[in-house]
């Protein structure tokens, strides 16, 4: 199958695959070879997919797949592969945020938007485990 990831400012991935599993907007899918044609919505999450034996990951932040005879488009809000990423802006993106969700209790709008950047924070430190730098 072929992959391929875009961003409103870039392609991220063009790989030949052997599966994909994506973060849905109800819940994580799988694609293997000859899945049915399939258009959806996606959340903030990992991809993963398998080129040859090797697995590996991304980290999107919502947008759209299309499967179609064997093709996989992404067409992500943004995504980031996980050495792309700063791990210690990351880290202080996400101590931000959390400080922030801590004062906020009135504005439920705020709290929403908090809890939003807190679960796109997260992921990108997850992203990051195990790298000092």
Do not use: C, W
């Amino acid at each position: 199958m072929k992959l391929r990831v875009v961003t409103p400012t870039r392609v991220v991935v063009d790989a030949d695959v052997a599966e994909i599993t994506a973060p849905g907007v109800v819940g994580e899918f799988g694609v293997l070879p000859d899945h049915v044609r399939f258009l959806g919505a996606l959340d903030a999450g990992a991809l993963t997919y398998v080129t040859g034996a090797v697995q590996r990951y991304l980290i999107v932040h919502g947008g759209y797949v299309e499967v179609d005879e064997n093709t996989i488009t992404v067409l992500a809000d943004d995504a980031e592969l996980p050495e792309e990423i700063d791990v210690e802006l990351a880290r202080r993106e996400l101590r931000k945020v959390e400080e922030a969700l801590a004062n906020e209790r009135h504005d439920p709008v705020a709290i929403a938007r908090l809890l939003r950047e807190q679960r796109q924070a997260r992921l990108r430190v997850d992203a990051t485990a195990g790298r000092s730098t």
